[in-house]
């Protein structure tokens, strides 16, 4: 476990980030990636993303804060990285993918790292700017949304091995792979609550008559 995460794994963390096309191939390639870094990212920007709608100044941020659950956000951060991830790999197999499913856990991590760091950068940024000022705000958030949007494409197109069209393609396909999984999740626990529903029905119509 610790080689998984020595110092030549977070070297080649912040390697992919500032030149992707070459450090996504030798995450493919020469097992440079560690997927324990990519769950640790998924988890620190879970929890960003929470303390930024729990902490983020009044004045970009019209969200109650007591209404925010940490725990439950932070379980729909990672849930959502997992859909993410077995999205994608059902559709690259059927499309001639050359990366394994650990391949995409870790490209998709790695990507999260600058929205981790802007969205604390903006949570810390939003209790300084005054009113009509959310334009630092909105610009951190943005930059970091589109260095995240980048590195992910330039990920799956290494991994895979695809053309830029074919990785736009595929990531489109992926998006429909999520809402297919989670209309088939949801479809299963309504099922599930009604069987339950219906079973304790049942026993609690024995009780009363036994």
């Not at 450090?23 to 990636?33: A, L, M, T, V």
């Not at 969200?63 to 439950?72: D, G, H, Q, S």
């Not at 799956?156 to 792979?177: D, E, P, R, S, W």
Request: net charge neutral; proline share 2%.
């Amino acid at each position: 476990m610790r080689s998984l995460f020595s110092k030549e794994k977070w070297s080649h963390l912040f390697y992919t980030v500032s030149h992707p096309a070459d450090g996504y191939y030798w995450i493919r390639h020469q097992e440079k990636g560690s997927i324990p870094i990519a769950l640790l990212l998924v988890f620190l920007y879970g929890i960003a993303f929470s303390m930024n709608r729990i902490c983020a100044s009044f004045i970009v941020n019209d969200i109650e804060p007591r209404t925010v659950n940490l725990v439950a956000e932070l379980a729909g951060v990672i849930l959502l990285y997992f859909i993410m991830c077995v999205g994608n790999w059902s559709v690259t197999c059927l499309m001639e993918g050359e990366g394994r499913f650990r391949d995409i856990l870790i490209a998709v991590g790695y990507a999260l790292l600058p929205m981790l760091v802007t969205t604390v950068l903006a949570t810390i940024v939003s209790q300084f700017v005054a009113e009509n000022e959310e334009a630092f705000y909105t610009i951190l958030m943005g930059v970091g949304t589109a260095y995240t949007v980048i590195l992910l494409i330039m990920g799956i197109m290494q991994i895979h091995n695809y053309t830029m069209g074919k990785t736009l393609v595929t990531l489109f396909l992926t998006v429909v792979a999520m809402l297919i999984l989670i209309f088939l999740a949801l479809l299963v626990l309504n099922f599930i609550t009604q069987v339950y529903s219906f079973l304790r029905g049942i026993y609690t119509e024995l009780i009363f008559r036994f």
